[in-house]
């Protein structure tokens, strides 16, 4: 971070700043490492020292590890965690650039301020209570869309929550609750296309579905990948949808359903940190092999 | 949204002081620190009572109650004024919530926070609470023996741990049969005596009186009410860490068998009663309902706010030929007493007070005492409130000595079990009995997973 507005400054004080020309920057930038340090690196650090220790806290090699994919429950909560994966970066990837795309041809400004806003209403909400309005959406008998529910034949909560269901109903509440911040971010990425490589498109012949395809959408790949990272590694994370229709539900649909429910139970049902830090350790790697995957494969950190 | 979940502490004490350092970095602390002791230290702490006691301080007694249990703790601090008490409410651990246990492990490793008196809705607790070294033994001097005699025959088993005391029953559970006395009259119907009558007269309102319900097998208990009163070796917890399952025995296949006749010909609902689908379309539906003491307030007078002189008790139907009858039983709550406790006194005075005194137990707790002389005084006073249409004492107090002692209290959740493995399945029309594999298969899963010994 550069201050050229410090070295432009008479006396004493630029030799004296010269040799920390950044600090302000630092200044802005310390109370987010204070917090990276304290909730981000040193519990990673701290699941890592668990997921390779035993109880007594000696070093136990992958046994941690092993005992996890031995559970009988791991290699469904994988299978259910991969396919929602699939579900909800699809959904994510197509609907998110979709939206973005209409709200910004939008031609009307006070339309697209308001889609804007109600787009990312939902995510306002905090995330367990934005989950909450969803147990209520989904029961037929109380759901303002209950006719909705019934017209596809489902009568009661219990028809809803069929283990079928749950990858289109997790990504359903996932989307409504998470998709809207990025709306709007893929918004300022359009937004910051030059009109004038529109304008080009527009007299070269270009339709809109044309100028979307091939300057738009390009152009905001850098954009898609970075959602698609970040959503990866939430989505690899799923815990609190499944658990609150688990706890809705009395234990129907939900429990054990996610590799972090698993990890869960593990610490505190079985009181056995060491598989559950096994557990989460073995998510980061995975969402750091797919970000490294997808930094690699899109050029992501190339220069234009 | 997506949280991810880490737990942290001081394992050993050894690497004390840095764990401690950076514990006091992790978020955990924040969830950990309610509740904390902050009282001088008095007389020294021993041995006594059969375990190793804290030093004593006669500090705030911190009691954690659901809230249900709030009232029992208000009237405590009404009736002893000068009693210092600190009431915390919490969910109680329903539904298997394991709240109670997550919030230990976490004070076990901070080595502080725990309270001295916990209600559980659950009567599992000690199946995970002794090994955590949680609960104090309450028959090694802490109450007399004198008081502990008061209670209904085995209803403190599931606190038994190889003969030592470690909780208190709160309630008892026992199934009975609830029924609509006049729509009975009115139909001519006969109160059921055996399962194949039950049968038999769940078919013949199935074509008399379609939409009209004999049962409910949708909720999570469902096992506990049809399986355990059938005498369904599901769940024989046979040592501290052993169980037995067989769950494709004739006792288990006759009552997956009357359940599916019943919900195939829908009079019996696969809606949990608490669902806000059954209060809506079934509620006022019901002709009988199977199910525990505690359904007459919790149930029919609280949710469905069924009106007075309605709802009557029959003893549970029983098989035909079977000598020796049967009755499930559905929770029913535990008072734990934390052996960490730096009030013992205090602590076990409100401890013999909410389990015992007729203040609480005998006028105004909703479920049936599980202290037998306390349970006299509720008895008599919900004859009094003409609430009901019959005389429910004594179809309850027979049911009270009935519970089959051969369904045990293991760590893993049977109801969580049934829910996950057999509700789906039912919803989507698969028959129970072709399930019973299947669920014989999860329970073996769960019960190894939670470090039992499987024999099948």
Redesign the interface.
Known sequence: VSTPSIRGRAGTSIARRAWWPGRAGHVFVAPYVVLL???GI??TG??IDFAFTD???RFAGLSNFTAAAA???FGSAAAHVAVYLLFWLVSLVVFVVGLALLLHNVAVRGLGRTLRFLYYLPGALA??A??MVWLFML????SPAGFLLRAFGL?????VI??GHLPLVLTAI?FW??AGGWIVVMYGALNNISPELLEAARIDGAGPWQTAWRVQIPLLRKWIVYMVILAFA??A?????PQLLS?A?????G??YSL?QL??DF?????D?GT??AV?VTLLLVSLLAAVLFVVKSGFFDAD | MTVKVRADGARRSGKGRSRAALMALSGVVALAACGGHTGTTGSQGGSQGGFQQAPQTNGTLTVWVDSTRLAAAKLYQKTHPTAKINIVSYDGDANGSNYLQTKVSLFNRTRKGWPDVVFSSQNNETSWAVQAGFTAPLNKGLIPQSTLAGWAPGANSPCTVNGTLYCLRNDLAQTVLWYNAPLMKKWGYKIPATWEEYQALGQKVATEHRGYLVGSAGDTFTPEIFMWASKCGANQITGAKAVTVNTTSANCTRMAALLDTLIKNRSMSLSSVFSTDFDKNQADKILMLPGTSWFGGALFEGTFKTPKGQIAVAPMPQWSGDPTPAVGNVGGGTWLLSAHSTNLKAATDFLTWVTTANDYQGKVAPGYPAYAPAAKVWLANQTSSHYYANDITGPLQTAAGQVWSGWGYGQFSQEAIWAATITPGTTSGKSIVSMLPAWQKAIVNYARTNGYKVSQ
């Open positions: 340090i304290a909730f040193v519990p701290y699941a109880t007594t806290g559970d009988f429950r995330g367990a934005s989950v029961d037929p008998t109380v009568d009661t909560f219990g028809q069929a283990p996932a609750t998470g939430v989505g994370q799923l815990f609190v949808e706890q539900s009395n234990g129907v649909a429990r054990d972090n990890s869960y610490a505190f049902q079985n009181n940190l559950a830090a989460s």
